[in-house]
Structure formats: C-alpha cells, structure tokens
C-alpha cells in the first residue's frame, strides 16, 4: 500500500483520533449515570480524553513523519519547532467544555504548516460526534442559495466586546448593498472548527472572534475554510501566519468571499464602540 500523503494523513489521524474521543465519552457516560455527573467528574472525562487523544495523535504522526515537529495543545512546547522544515498544529480535543457537556460540537484539529513556503499545506477538522470530517481532500460543490438572513456566529464565553456594534452596522451596510433587508443574527457554537463548519453547513455566515486563542485552535479550521472558498484573516485582513513562540493569534474573522469586504468595512467602522 503506498504511503499516506499529507492531507491523507491529516484526515485519517483526526478521524481515528475523533472515534476515541466517542468510545471515552460514551464509556464514560455508561459509567456515570447522568444525574450523577458533577463539574468535577465533567472535567476528569475532559482531562483524560484530551490527554488520550494527543498522545495517540503524537504516536501516530510521530511515526508516520518522524523528521517533522508537531504543536500540540497538550504537549510540552519549545523552540526547536521554529526551526523544522514542517510543523504539525494540532487540538487533540477543541471544544473541551462542549465535550464534557456531551454536546456535539468538539472537534480534533490537525493542519501542518510548511515553514519554508510559509502556509498551511495540509489540514483537516473532524466532528466525530455529528459524523463530518471537514478536510483539503474534500471535492468543493456549488453552495445552495442562502436565505435572507445573515448569522455571525461568536464565542459563548468570550465574543467580541464589540460584536453588538459591529452586527448592527454590518446590518446597515448589507441592506445598502442589496445583500440582506433581514438583518443579522448572533448564534454561538463551541469549537472553531466546528464554527466554520456552521458555515460551510450554510448555517451561518460569518465568524469573528477578536479576544485571542492559539495557533491549534485555528490552524485546521483556517485551512478547511480557505479550500471551500471562505476568506479567512485577522479582522484587520492581514493574513494570519503560524509557528510562533509564544503561537498565539490574536483574532480572526471567517466569511463568505461576497460578505467580507463588509464584513472588515463594519469591524472597521465600530472600532472602540
């Protein structure tokens, strides 16, 4: 059998990797009547399975490409991955709390970034519980005709301070543009990956987060986004690179191509409202 390429790999990781954070999860629950589930059993479920999942993902990529570096969320970082040709960025588990809720939208992340080129060359998001993998392989078709309607979808716990602001003159600009006259809704969902996957589902729109994450947390769904035609950037619209010490990003907007020159216009425009 030949061996796997990048983008293979990536995919076939995350979806095994996704199927062990299932069996965990559902042993777990076996286990433990719901009634009977507190925080502090929620967050041992949640320890366990992000520890399981990077360690079997480290085995695996490890083995596949032992001349590559890897982050990962739950490794010990250092800088020699500064200097490696090619960095694996992975999140085990993203949307950890959403996991331990026994919710459906956690994900794995795995992307690799070619130091070198400097870009992504390779990435996947997996959404076991809703049976969807999300990855550079996959054959991109014609969106459906969306509705009216346009949803940003944000942070439950830590959206922009400004996103009531910027929602309310995207708004403005879209009815002006003849895009939308029904104005624009918030919705939120856990893991990025699983944020982009609301819109590439036709769910929503438009993602914008502005109060920091790391690299793990976006370099999967950053990738998936762009290979569907998505734009994704800083909110200023630089592009966003990886591989950095400390890997930290700062924001992040994810829209449909014909809604992001308004989408920078409205953040622009409500800067410090």
């Known amino acids: 059998m030949p061996e796997m390429n990048d983008a293979e790999l990536s995919r076939e990781v995350a979806q095994q990797a996704g199927q062990l954070l299932l069996k965990l999860r559902t042993d777990f629950f076996l286990a433990h009547p719901i009634d009977s589930i507190d925080r502090t059993l929620s967050d041992q479920l949640r320890d366990q399975a992000d520890r399981a999942a990077h360690l079997f993902i480290m085995e695996k990529l490890s083995t596949a490409r032992p001349l590559d570096a890897i982050l990962s969320e739950e490794g010990k970082d250092n800088s020699v991955r500064l200097e490696a040709a090619r960095v694996w960025i992975v999140d085990p588990l993203d949307g950890t709390w959403e996991y331990g809720q026994n919710r459906k939208d956690f994900a794995?992340?795995?992307?690799?970034?070619?130091?070198?080129?400097?870009?992504l060359s390779a990435g996947t998001v997996d959404?076991?519980?809703?049976g969807m993998t999300r990855s550079v392989l996959d054959v991109v078709e014609a969106a459906a005709p969306a509705d009216s309607v346009i949803r940003v979808v944000a942070s439950r716990s830590r959206p922009p301070a400004?996103?009531?602001?910027?929602?309310?003159?995207?708004?403005?600009?879209?009815?002006?543009?003849?895009?939308s006259h029904s104005g624009v809704e918030i919705v939120d969902v856990g893991s990025v990956g699983a944020k982009v996957n609301e819109i590439l589902c036709g769910r929503a729109d438009i993602y914008l987060h502005n109060t920091g994450f790391y690299e793990?947390?976006?370099a999967a769904?950053?990738?998936?986004?762009?290979?569907?035609?998505?734009?994704?950037?800083?909110m200023n619209g630089d592009s966003i690179t990886f591989n950095h010490m400390p890997p930290y990003v700062t924001d992040l907007v994810v829209s449909r191509a014909d809604l992001y020159p308004h989408v920078l216009r409205a953040i622009k425009e409500t800067q410090g409202a």
């Open 108 to 119: 794995v992340h795995i992307a690799l970034w070619d130091t070198q080129e400097q870009k």
């Open 221 to 234: 769904p950053y990738i998936v986004a762009e290979h569907y035609g998505l734009i994704a950037s800083h």
């Open 162 to 179: 400004n996103l009531g602001a910027i929602v309310a003159r995207l708004g403005e600009l879209l009815t002006e543009a003849g895009i």
């Open 127 to 130: 959404l076991p519980e809703q």
């Open 216 to 218: 793990w947390d976006v």
